[in-house]
């Protein structure tokens, strides 16, 4: 069944806070696993699953500073791991398949936004390669550690607004572009949730894509002052424009669909402050909505068939 993107009437919002939409959730008996869980979204995702009880394992890139930002949190385990290496993605998730240890909630918010041209692995373009590809890899990795009624939880953005996945040049052979680049992989995203979640269903296993806003967090760190303050991101002394969430408040719509008993019944869905969220019928992409490309189960389907021969992995099989 394909949810259908509608609000729901959550009584969250824009404004609601991690902490906030899971107040009365106890995840004591949970363990979760945060890409890019110890910078910016993904260090307030972190600890907010902490707060409700959760065990966190934190894959990190680069593991001290992981360390260094999680020094004297309990319940939070670094490991090391690059989406942009297969090789390390699955010598990551052997090792943990190894401790015979589960996970109830992966939320992948790695990513990477607007960089220069980079190639990884056999020539892939660097923003499919790891905000898609890496993460791919590794829920099929870790396929069999995930608990019946486990949910995974795709980090998207309205970026997606930009582009439909570029089927006949993924990897822009013809020309780079690093906002289409990035637009391709956050529709990507999307779509990953929706095939993964039919995929998942008659296991129990359950996917969504969330949006969490606008925020300013290190994923700009690629986009210079000037060209922020002309995208209207922030003023000239730095500040940033209106309608922008605090992290706190950006965390809070992959938590919300990670452990929220709301969302029950509604998996695949694409989702925006705190809710499912609904088609979007212009080209703001701070009203956000979701574009239909983005949500469409035919282009799920064929992007991952495509992801599968890529990485020669489909645990679903």
Known sequence: ????????????????????????IDLSRNTALVTGGYSGLGLETTLALIRAGAHV???????AAAEEALRGVPRAEV??????????????SADFLDTGRTLDLIINGAGIMACPET?????????????HLGHFALINRLRPALT?????????????FLSDVRWNDLHFRDGYDRWLAYAQSKTANALFAVHLDTLGADSGLHAFAVHPGSILTPLQRHIPHHEQVAQGWIA????????FKTPAQGAA??????????LEGHGGAYCQDCDIAKPAHTDDML???????????????????????????????
């Open 57 to 63: 394992i934190v894959p990190a890139r680069r593991p």
């Open 79 to 92: 490991h090391g791991l690059d989406l942009a290496d297969l090789e390390s993605v699955r010598a990551f």
């Open 1 to 24: 069944m394909i949810t259908q993107q509608h609000k729901s009437g959550t009584g969250f919002g824009a404004h609601s806070t991690a902490d906030d939409v899971l107040a009365g």
């Open 236 to 243: 000239p002394d730095g500040a940033p424009a209106a309608g």
């Open 119 to 131: 190639r990884v692995g056999p020539g892939w373009e660097a923003h499919f390669a790891v905000n």
């Open 148 to 160: 019946e009624g486990a949910r995974v939880v795709s980090v998207t953005s309205s970026g997606h």
């Open 253 to 262: 719509t992959a938590v919300w669909a990670a452990a929220s008993p709301l």
């Open 287 to 317: 009203i956000g909505g979701v574009k239909p490309w983005a949500v469409d189960p035919d282009a799920a389907s064929r992007l991952w068939q495509l992801s599968s021969e890529l990485t020669e992995l489909d645990s679903f099989i």
